[in-house]
């Protein structure tokens, strides 16, 4: 589906993306990516951990209270005001405790382990095993690691494979992409979960998800 999403789009624009319009996979994808390689390393048993998306905190707050406990993590830094933490679901109930003390409050989420943090080391080896077969080609158009917010290097099975158990830094990893020149953000995949959080890093920018194809293509088409 995501696929042909992209295929329409590219066709109908009758171009490739550069730096004025660039093809986002949603975390739907992604996050479906991860389960899956999880499931198979875990042979399909549930993993020990949980995630939580904490709200009305800063990074820095949301990394201390993190700290104060040995096995949650901060690793999904998505926008002002909403973080995503993993950690072993035992400690979970403390941790939100102590998020509505300071201030904010822990959603949980409906997630089958704790994903981007050491919990998933053993998943990351795996995927790397299966990328040291993998011949990479050089990129046509910059494409942006989320393990470090810059356009991949020539380690790109590195940063794959470790990114799966560390922080996704995407609040970052979108305003280097606004301060490289872009200036449109579609969201390919379902919901409008990234557009939303774009619009938080950058009121400024245009944001679009694959629902409204059609009004996508009437705006950046003459670009």
Known sequence: MIDKAIAKLNAEMQKEPDNRYLEILGHYAIDRCDQALAGKITGGKTLKGAMAAV???????VTALCASFDQVYPVNFNCPGQI???????QMPAFSAAVKEAGGRALPLKVKGAFHSPFMEEA????????DQV?????????YSDRTAQPYTQDAAGLLSSQICNPVQWETLVRNLIASGVDTFIEIGPGKTLTNMIRKIDAGVKTYCVAELPVVLEEVAPC
């Not at 709200?55 to 707050?61: M, N, R, S």
């Not at 011949?135 to 494409?143: D, R």
């Open 55 to 61: 709200v009305k905190l800063t990074p820095e707050q």
């Open 135 to 143: 011949q990479f080609q050089p990129a046509t158009i910059p494409l």
């Open 84 to 90: 995503s933490v993993s950690g072993l679901s035992s």
């Open 124 to 131: 990351a080896k795996a995927f790397g095993d299966v990328l």
